[in-house]
């Protein structure tokens, strides 16, 4: 499956991501501005993303330590109903197309 990335510069570009794969780990690898500084535990906020409206219903909702943390990184960086942090959304083919942008760094 593939995603389609906007980066904060307005830089976009195509990823592979195999299913499975944590979308951070994507992100961080593929080039991007992505951190993923606590490694995915769900506690820095470093991979920060706005999902594209047509995708948010996909997903799996996200869980309490997930919106806790965007609530935590809402006293910084600009968050909206969309923001999702990437370490917590697995790929998968029903995923395919995913297009996201990502957040301003934390
Ligand atoms: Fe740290 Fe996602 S990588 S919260």
């Given at each position: 499956?593939?995603?389609?990335?906007?980066?904060?510069?307005?830089?976009?570009?195509?990823?592979?991501?195999?299913?499975?794969?944590?979308?951070?780990?994507?992100?961080?690898?593929?080039?991007?501005?992505?951190?993923?500084?606590?490694?995915?535990?769900?506690?820095?906020?470093?991979?920060?993303?706005?999902?594209?409206?047509?995708?948010?219903?996909?997903?799996?909702?996200?869980?309490?330590?997930?919106?806790?943390?965007?609530?935590?990184?809402?006293?910084?960086?600009?968050?909206?109903?969309?923001?999702?942090?990437?370490?917590?959304?697995h790929?998968?083919?029903?995923?395919?197309g995913?297009?996201?942008?990502?957040?301003?760094?934390?």
């Amino acid at each position: 499956p593939q995603i389609f990335v906007t980066q904060q510069d307005g830089q976009t570009l195509t990823l592979d991501v195999a299913a499975g794969a944590r979308l951070m780990e994507a992100l961080r690898d593929g080039g991007t501005t992505v951190e993923g500084t606590c490694g995915g535990a769900c506690s820095c906020g470093s991979c920060h993303v706005y999902v594209d409206a047509q995708w948010l219903s996909k997903l799996d909702a996200a869980a309490d330590d997930e919106s806790e943390m965007i609530e935590a990184i809402g006293d910084v960086v600009e968050v909206r109903p969309s923001s999702r942090l990437a370490c917590q959304i697995h790929m998968s083919d029903a995923l395919d197309g995913l297009s996201l942008t990502i957040a301003e760094a934390i």
